[in-house]
C-alpha cells in the first residue's frame, strides 16, 4: 500500500506514497512523476511493481493537484511542476531506506519531458525512463481540424488572460472526443476516461485550465535538455502516438549522449488502457533501471 508522505515546495505541501521493497538495507530509489493533469493514484500501479522489484518508489501530486496542497486548483505550471519534482528528489535522497546516488526518474507524457529536465541539471541522477514523453507539439495533430485548434488556441488564451487579470481558471476538459474543445481529442475518450476515473477512488478531474499549453508551445525544450542529461536515459514511445509522436520521442533519445528508444504498438492511451502492454514495457523498463542503477554509466560530457 505504501506510506503516505508529504514535503515542502516554497511553503506548499505536496502529498505523496513511499513504497520500500522488503528488507533494511538503503536501496535505489525510482521517483515517478504524472502528466500535465495527471495524479499519483494512477501511478501505484507502477510504484507496486518497481517496490516489488526491489526498488523504493515514490509517487507524489503536484501542487494543486490530487491529494496536494495549492490553489488555484487544475492549473498547471512547468516551472512549478519542475520544482515539485526537484522537491520529490530532494525527499527521496533524505530518506533512511534510499541510497541518495541511486535515485533514478521515470516520468510519464509530460512528466516525462520533467524527468528529462530534471535530469538535465543535476548530475547525481542514476538514470531517467521517460514513457511517451512530451518533446514538442506536432505541427498539425491527425484528426483534429484547423478551426479545432483555432476554438482550443482561443480557449488557452483566454485562461492565460484570466490567469494575468487574476481571475478565476477558464477550465476545460482534458480528454474529449474528436470535435470537442479539450486539450486532447480522441475517439478513444470514452475509454480512456473510464480507465482513469474507475475502479478504486481517484483525485484525478476530467478538467483543467490550459494557459500551460503557451509555455509548452513557446519555450519548453526538453531535447535541449537531453543534450545534457549524463546518465542513461530510456525513451519508450507508441508506433501510432497522435499526441507525442514516435518522431519527437526519438528526437528526444538522439539528443542524449546515453540514450535509447523503445517503440511499442499502440497509441498514447494504449498505455493506460492495455494491461498487456503496460506488463511488457514495465517488464523492460525495471530491466533497464537494474542495469542502470547497479553499474551506473554516466557520460563525462567531455
Known amino acids: 500500500m505504501g506510506t503516505e508522505i508529504s514535503f515542502d515546495v516554497d511553503g506548499t505541501r505536496c502529498a505523496g506514497r513511499l513504497y520500500p521493497p522488503a528488507g533494511t538495507d538503503r536501496v535505489a530509489c525510482v521517483v515517478l512523476c504524472h502528466g500535465f493533469s495527471g495524479t499519483m493514484d494512477r501511478l501505484f500501479d507502477y510504484a507496486e511493481r ?32 519542475l520544482d515539485d519534482l526537484r522537491g520529490a528528489v530532494a525527499f527521496a535522497r533524505a530518506h533512511a531506506r534510499v541510497d541518495p546516488d541511486r535515485v533514478a526518474l521515470w516520468g510519464n507524457s509530460l512528466g516525462g519531458a520533467h524527468a528529462v529536465t530534471v535530469a538535465a541539471g543535476d548530475p547525481r541522477i542514476a538514470a531517467v525512463v521517460a514513457q511517451i514523453p512530451f518533446n514538442g507539439f506536432p505541427k498539425k495533430v491527425e484528426g483534429r481540424s484547423t478551426a479545432e485548434s483555432l476554438r482550443l488556441l482561443a480557449a488557452i488564451v483566454r485562461d492565460a488572460l484570466h490567469g494575468a487579470l487574476g481571475l478565476r481558471p477558464y477550465y476545460i476538459p482534458m480528454v474529449g472526443a474528436p470535435g470537442t474543445v479539450a486539450v486532447t481529442t480522441t475517439d478513444e475518450a470514452e475509454q480512456h476516461i473510464r480507465t482513469l476515473t474507475g475502479g478504486e477512488d481517484t483525485l484525478w478531474r476530467n478538467s483543467i485550465a490550459p494557459r500551460a499549453l503557451l509555455t509548452m508551445l513557446t519555450r519548453y525544450r526538453p531535447a535541449e535538455s537531453a543534450a545534457l542529461v549524463r546518465c542513461r536515459l530510456l525513451v519508450c514511445a507508441a508506433a501510432d502516438d497522435r499526441e507525442t509522436p514516435p518522431e519527437t520521442s526519438r528526437a528526444l533519445a538522439d539528443r542524449a549522449p546515453l540514450g535509447e528508444l523503445r517503440v511499442y504498438p499502440g497509441t498514447h492511451f494504449s498505455f493506460y488502457t492495455d494491461p498487456m502492454l503496460r506488463d511488457r514495457v514495465v517488464g523492460e523498463q525495471i530491466e533497464f533501471l537494474r542495469s542502470a542503477v547497479t553499474h551506473p554509466t554516466r557520460n563525462s560530457g567531455v
Not at 517496490?51 to 512549478?80: C, H, K, M, N, W
Open 50 to 81: 518497481f517496490a516489488a522489484a526491489g526498488f523504493a518508489a515514490l509517487v507524489f501530486d503536484y501542487r494543486g493537484f490530487g491529494a496536494s496542497a495549492g490553489e488555484p486548483r487544475q492549473v498547471p505550471t512547468i516551472d512549478g511542476q
